[in-house]
């Protein structure tokens, strides 16, 4: 399989759920991203992994926790969220810029989307 | 960062070539110019990029305006698969820790008429 995967596709989770979100990638990328997109708004940066560790938090509430146990897998743990935090969640990846050329693009999952009840 | 600006809609006829414009006047000398597009249901994917000098690939071209203001995403014959919403983003410097900052907007939503 190529490209960067997500599972699930669809998820409904009430307020007081634990679940969480997967990306996998199979492009040799060492950095991963989440992104989210909620109805009518620009997609927003939320976390941002090189190699592993977290180098971006955007100031996201902590009832989101992202997981990167390694280059090419990165989870999304969601607990007591909110119905505001229903939206589309998009994983993507890209070649960090200091290991070879290629690092200008970013390659996006179909998404995983969350409505939260 | 700097921002671009975009029509919020455009249509246009199957296999009639697309303009789609972008404006963005508070370009810095190191930004680059990305556009990526989101199809019904998926994840953005990426067109095309560059700095200065037109731009071709297989799926686009990019036009860059000499004082780099503006620029325009140029699809040759559009199909009805290339009914998307079109981002123009300014590409940030790479930061430290060698990732990509992409900042998207709104784009445009482009529907194209059988």
């Known amino acids: 399989e190529t490209g960067v995967t997500q599972t699930p596709r669809h998820l409904v989770m009430g307020m007081t759920n634990k679940k969480s979100l997967k990306c996998e990638q199979h492009?040799?990328?060492?950095?991963m991203y989440w992104y989210k997109q909620s109805a009518k708004k620009p997609l927003e940066l939320m976390f941002v992994?090189?190699?592993?560790?977290?180098?971006e938090n955007n100031s996201v509430p902590s009832r989101f926790s992202p997981e990167c146990p390694n280059s090419s897998h990165l989870f999304l743990h969601l607990h007591t969220l909110q119905p505001e935090d229903s939206a589309l969640y998009l994983c993507?990846?890209?070649?960090?810029?200091?290991?070879?050329?290629?690092?200008?693009?970013?390659?996006f999952g179909a998404g995983s989307r969350l409505t939260v009840l | 960062d700097a921002k671009t600006t975009q029509p919020n809609s455009m249509e246009s006829n199957e296999e009639e070539p697309v303009h789609l414009p972008c404006n963005h006047s508070t370009i810095s000398g190191t930004d680059y110019i990305h556009w990526y597009r989101q199809l019904p249901s998926q994840g953005p994917e990426y067109v095309i990029h560059?700095?200065?000098s037109n731009v071709n690939n297989r799926m686009a071209s990019l036009a860059i305006a000499e004082d780099r203001k503006s620029s325009t995403l140029i699809l040759h014959r559009a199909t009805l698969r290339d009914a998307a919403v079109y981002y123009c983003i300014l590409r940030a410097p790479i930061s430290n820790f060698g990732n990509e900052k992409l900042t998207f907007g709104t784009g445009t939503r482009l529907t194209i008429i059988p």
């Open positions: 492009l040799g990328h060492n950095a």
């Open positions: 560059g700095l200065t």
């Open positions: 992994y090189n190699f592993k560790e977290q180098t």
């Open positions: 993507a990846s890209s070649q960090d810029y200091r290991t070879g050329p290629g690092a200008n693009v970013l390659t």
